[in-house]
């Protein structure tokens, strides 16, 4: 890493680190708890046990009185899967990649002050970077550094294989955000399944003209994944809604995955505060309070 890049994470990570430590690091631990305890084996039963802690199946099988065991699970596994084909990062200015450091970063530092553990996983077609999950400011900076500066081989998206990798670091529970433009296909049963067993959460990276198709006419196109070019008339999306957003929209619904829409250039730490309150909004109605 030169002196240049150096200077850049350093520089994220400041600007990442105040809001985390002011505005969102309170409001990640209030919306990802972990599941306070888990279960660790079973032992004999000794006198003084509670005896709801019986294991009936291991004593019927044993005929010895057994006692499940829980430990209190003080740390959960956080894992980043990013999307670095070619569509997202087909633009000059490098604003796709920006927004997605800032809000992979926030997230990343949020999770570290939580005591977790974080992973990444970083794909186009193909698995281009793993970091195991880990602790520490220097697991952080090495995460940043990859979001930052890492240079894919593959240029299309298979959101699939990403989410196998996962399915193969994640033995326990996990928490995962997926964050890609979503120029894939044949990844649905992938996440349904990954968020069955996981706390999944999809993040949308939406380009203004996304939003607000531009009243352009005819123009020429270039696919960047694929690199085939062909002629696309703007004129007759203007004024309606992006049906690819609300494809997503409706495909996050049917998988049971949260969604988050992030658009280019958006204010990061606005975005996660809104899901956070979004998110506790929903576990306090599913709780009563």
């Known amino acids: 890493m030169s002196l240049n890049d150096d200077s850049r994470l350093n520089l994220l990570e400041l600007k990442c680190r105040r809001p985390v430590e002011h505005v969102l690091a309170g409001e ?24 709801r802690a019986m294991d009936w199946k291991v004593t019927a099988r044993t005929r010895v009185p057994h006692v499940k065991r829980y430990v209190e699970e003080r740390e959960q596994f956080f894992f980043l899967l990013v999307d670095l084909s070619a569509s997202t990062l087909s633009d000059q200015n490098r604003a796709k990649r920006k927004t997605v450091s800032e809000f992979c970063a926030l997230l990343t ?17 193909q698995v281009e970077l793993v970091v195991p999950p880990a602790k520490g400011r220097q ?17 299309g998206t298979r959101i699939d294989v990403a989410l196998d990798a996962f ?16 120029y894939a296909s044949d990844y649905e049963i992938d996440l349904q399944a990954a968020g069955f067993r996981h706390d999944v959460i999809a993040v949308n ?21 694929s690199g085939e070019a062909r002629v696309v008339d703007f004129g007759t999306g203007v004024g309606k809604p992006n049906p690819k957003n609300s494809r997503i929209r409706e495909q996050m619904l049917d998988c ?14 606005s975005v996660l505060a809104a899901f956070f309150k979004s998110r506790q909004r929903m576990v306090a109605g599913e709780s009563g309070g």
């Open 256 to 269: 049971g995955v949260d969604l988050i829409d992030l658009k280019v250039g958006d204010d990061c730490v």
């Open 109 to 125: 530092l949020a999770a570290l002050s939580n005591n977790d553990r974080v992973g990444l996983i970083l794909f186009t077609d």
């Open 139 to 155: 697991q952080s900076m090495r995460i940043l550094d990859a979001l930052d500066s890492y240079e894919p081989k593959g240029t």
């Open 205 to 225: 990276l939406i380009e203004p003209f996304e939003l607000e198709t531009p009243d352009v006419g005819l123009a020429r196109v270039r696919d960047a994944e």
């Open 167 to 182: 399915g193969h670091m994640a033995r326990k529970r996990s928490v995962a955000f997926v964050v890609s433009d979503y």
């Open 28 to 51: 990640y631990r209030s919306v990802f708890k972990g599941r306070g305890i888990e279960f660790e084996d079973v032992r004999p039963y000794v006198p003084g046990d509670d005896v």
